[in-house]
């Protein structure tokens, strides 16, 4: 059974579905025809929001930590958090993730911005824009970022990000 479940996301190479089951601190493993696989516990509390999937790694956004947690897809063994616990920085509200190119983004609902890391976790920037109040949604499309906006109720377009 679901408790307030979030993000969701595809495994292309198998077709298995990975949903973020957050107040239950696990994804839940699921088949396009919606079978129980397995569960991934992502510790204690974490809160998973938010997830996307890069070659071998599975990346989860924890609502309670302010990090991206990251997982071996074939394991399921926790590999680090993004970014590193020792430097600092933590992602304030972390929402919706997106792995382009070898490039991670994280919406940040309190920092009203998108942060930028590289897949292995260096920190890279934020994206601020006047305009923001509280992105949650990002999508890319080819160089183009389309941001959405819950507190403006609006869709944000950017292009050339990834130029």
Known sequence: ???????IAINDHNN???????????L????????WIRDINTGIDTSPRYICIRENILYVTSGTKGCVLTFNKNTDQQINTIPELTLGLT????RSIRCVRDLL????????SIFVFTIDGEYRG???????SKPIGILFIDDSLYVTDS???ALFHFSGVLQ
Not at 16 to 26: A, G, Q, S, V, Y
Not at 28 to 35: G, L
Not at 91 to 94: F, G, L, S, V
Not at 126 to 132: T, W, Y
């Open 28 to 35: 839940i493993v699921i088949s396009h025809d919606f079978k």
């Open 1 to 7: 059974m679901f408790n307030n479940p979030t993000g």
């Open 105 to 112: 983004f994280v919406t940040s609902s309190l920092s009203k």
């Open 151 to 153: 507190d403006k109720h």
């Open 126 to 132: 934020e994206l601020r824009h006047e305009l923001f």
């Open 16 to 26: 298995e579905i990975l949903i973020c089951d957050t107040n239950n601190d696990r």
């Open 91 to 94: 992602i304030d509200a972390p």
